[in-house]
């Protein structure tokens, strides 16, 4: 599967942003979709995740309450980001794995073996 990240930009403090993830294939419903983020100079990061079903959602505590994920029929995934700190600021990732809904480890970059490219988010303060 291909992945293709867009929906970044420079937003204030308190704005929101969507970013989307349009899969190629044809077995998207497939794979489990993830958002990790990587700031400048530190690791990426897990930010999202939501199973092949669309049932289960996992979030990172730093975003819980203010960004949501979700799929769609279209191949698409989203992150609608809400409430955003400069904190959130960096470059986010969309990425999938195949593992099914109970025995992900969502929480891993390991865990997702295809990428795409990245779209940036500035949140300026």
């Known amino acids: 599967v291909q992945l293709q990240a867009s929906g970044g930009g420079l937003v204030q403090a308190g704005g929101s942003l969507r970013l989307s993830c349009a899969a190629s294939g044809r077995t998207f419903n497939s794979y489990a979709m993830g958002w990790f983020r990587q700031a400048p100079g530190k690791d990426r990061e897990f930010v999202a995740t939501i199973t092949r079903s669309g049932v289960m959602k996992y979030y990172a505590d730093s975003v819980k309450g203010r960004f949501t994920i979700s799929r769609d029929n279209a191949k698409k995934v989203y992150l609608q980001m809400n409430s955003l700190k400069p904190e959130d600021t960096a470059v986010y990732y969309c990425?999938?794995?195949?593992?099914?809904?109970?025995?992900?480890?969502?929480?891993?970059?390991?865990?997702?073996?295809?990428w795409g490219q990245g779209t940036k988010v500035t949140v300026s303060s």
């Open positions: 990425a999938a794995t195949r593992a099914s809904d109970y025995t992900g480890s969502w929480y891993y970059t390991d865990e997702y073996a295809y």
